[in-house]
């Protein structure tokens, strides 16, 4: 049972360019979560979805970022327009219901040149 | 508004002997409580965990402490050993709903030969 999947590891964009980070969540799970860690500082959480539905944006910025979770395929999160500071590693995590445990994937690290 | 807070930013401990990890939290509304291990490249790892009706929970050789009046945790390690040797995330949630994680910024635990 492979974990939770995240491609690519890393992406080099220059700014203005749009990011694309994708998750595959852990076989059975419905309910995804994205993280973002800023250099030397906690992970902070970003969204919520469930296939098809965002459950809780409120981490989100409100310009430039938008995550979907479509009924098939990856929940992707996208990063428009990127600047400097959108330069972070972006942990997803998946867990079969929104009350349990979830668990992360390997991230992906975004560096903006 | 750092609702949960490590203090150290680093903990070097030697082989065999006792590491403890302490976070500090402001919300009261935080009833759940967690640990993940962090190694370089890769995504957090859930270690131990405490519901708010305890005040202590164990799995071999990790301990969890929760002192609520103190809204204090610490996350003891005995005997430690190098493999120990991550970075350590507390992490607190709260108890309606869907509650997103709460991360720390972090410690750097170095356990030496």
Partial sequence: ?113 | DQQVKQNSPSLSVQEGRISILNCDYTNSMFDYFLWYKKYPAEGPTFLISISSIKDKNEDGRFTVFLNKSAKHLSLHIVPSQPGDSAVYFCAAQGNTGFQKLVFGTGTRLLVSP
């Fill in chain 1, 1 to 113: 049972n492979a974990g939770v999947m995240q491609n690519p590891r890393h992406l080099v964009r220059r700014r203005g360019q749009e990011a694309r980070l994708r998750c595959s969540p852990m076989k059975g799970h419905s309910h995804v979560y994205w993280y973002r860690q800023l250099p030397e500082e906690g992970l902070k959480f970003m969204v919520y979805l469930q296939k098809e539905n965002i459950i809780d944006e409120s981490g989100m910025p409100k310009e430039r970022f938008s995550a979907e979770f479509p009924k098939e395929g990856p929940s992707i999160l996208r990063i428009q327009q990127v600047v400097r500071g959108d330069s972070a590693a972006y942990f997803c995590a998946s867990s079969p219901t929104g009350g349990q445990r979830a668990f992360f994937g390997q991230g992906t690290r975004l560096t903006v040149v």
